[in-house]
């Protein structure tokens, strides 16, 4: 089990940009494949980015495609989501997502997650 907080979230104009992280606590972050996922309000829950564990994997939403990069840095325990060109549908909680042991390409589902942060909030002002 890791243990997953993120950070990085605020107000921003549309057009800006952020940078959220997510830090993984334990020693085994380097065998999770990696998620990102957001909720606005009254909406559900949506994916919006995936690395696999070794980060030679990834995988995104249409609608966040050409604008986000998720990485990670094992060596630090943190996956990042670089944010580009933010618009005001953006407008979101962010939640870091692990699932642990797998190989092959990240999932795009939430429910294969099994660990996951307390969440970030992303506003974009219009």
């Known amino acids: 089990q890791v243990q997953l907080v993120e950070s990085g979230g605020g107000l921003v104009q549309a057009g800006g940009s952020l940078r959220l992280s997510c830090a993984a606590s334990g020693r085994t972050f380097s065998y999770y494949h990696m998620g990102w996922f957001r909720q606005a309000v009254g909406k559900e829950r949506e994916f919006v980015a995936a690395?696999?564990?070794?980060?030679?994997?990834?995988a995104y939403a249409d609608s966040v495609m050409g604008r986000f990069t998720i990485s990670r840095d094992n060596a630090k325990n943190t996956v990042y989501l670089q944010m580009n060109t933010l618009k005001s549908e953006d407008t979101a909680v962010y939640f870091c997502a692990g699932r642990p042991g797998f190989y092959g390409s990240p999932s795009k589902v939430a429910g294969d997650y099994g660990n996951w942060g307390q969440g970030t909030q992303v506003t974009v002002s219009s």
């Open positions: 690395i696999s564990n070794g980060g030679r994997s990834t």
